[in-house]
């Protein structure tokens, strides 16, 4: 059965410190792998994609990592902000179609001054 | 600033009533999505269509569901007859092809639908 699993569950930080973030899987096969930030009340906004061949991406503050052979992947974030405060939550995809989307059940993340 | 355009942002309905939710996709992009948010589910992927047509619909419930886009401009969810177990925040996303593998989704901000 295709799974994701995020942890932590929630954390919380103070402003200006560095947090990772893991999502592990069990989605064969495997096709792309996507970090998303969703803010409360708003919809979620794609911070990356990866796909196998890639190890790591960054975007800004962001950087992802992706182990295909563990099946791991982990968010960083540097230097934290308030803004940062939210859900963050990892999809993997076998392919196409809906049954081929696996959805993490996300990480909440507050950030405190 | 290209946005996806959902309308309404919140519903209030009886149970038994239509519920029509609307979608206005990113001028261009080809594909379309509608997700569902719950506390317990978390987020799942009802439908999705492709140069407007239906790729998959399979996570829907057939019976009270349905999901359309009468044009490129204009995504509908529609639920018929709703029910409580329906409330929920419906997301529509719209999505530019980066690589066969990867389909990049951008999001409204959702509809909030509550069924009493």
């Known amino acids: 059965k295709n799974q994701v699993e995020q942890s932590p569950q929630s954390l919380i930080i103070l402003e200006g410190k560095n947090c990772t973030l893991q999502?592990?899987?069990?989605?064969?096969?495997?096709?792309?792998l996507r970090w998303y930030k969703q803010d409360t009340g708003r919809g979620p906004v794609s911070l990356t994609i990866?796909?196998?061949?890639?190890n790591t991406k960054s975007n800004g503050r962001y950087t992802a990592t992706l182990d295909a052979d563990t099946k791991q992947s982990s968010l960083h974030i540097t230097a934290s902000q308030l803004s940062d405060s939210a859900s963050y939550i990892c999809?993997?995809?076998?392919?196409?179609?809906?049954?081929?989307?696996?959805f993490g059940s996300g990480t909440r993340l507050q950030v405190q001054p | 600033d290209a946005r996806v355009t959902q309308t309404p942002r919140h519903k209030v309905t009886e149970m038994g009533q239509e519920v029509t939710m609307r979608c206005q996709p990113i001028?261009?992009?080809?594909?379309v999505f509608w997700y569902r948010q719950t506390m317990m589910q978390g987020l799942e992927l009802l439908a999705y269509?492709?140069?407007?047509?239906?790729?998959?619909d399979s996570g829907m419930p057939k019976d009270r569901f349905s999901a359309e886009m009468p044009d490129a401009t204009l995504a509908t969810l529609k639920i018929q007859p709703s029910e409580p177990r329906d409330s929920a925040v419906y997301f529509c996303?719209?999505?530019?092809?980066?690589?066969?593998?990867?389909?990049?989704?951008?999001f409204g901000q959702g509809t909030r639908l509550t069924v009493v």
């Open positions: 996303a719209s999505g530019l092809v980066l690589t066969r593998e990867a389909t990049e989704a951008f």
């Open positions: 999502c592990n899987y069990t989605v064969s096969p495997f096709s792309n």
């Open positions: 269509f492709r140069n407007r047509a239906p790729l998959d």
């Open positions: 999809v993997v995809s076998a392919g196409t179609g809906r049954r081929a989307l696996t």
């Open positions: 990866m796909t196998f061949s890639e």
């Open positions: 001028l261009g992009h080809n594909t």
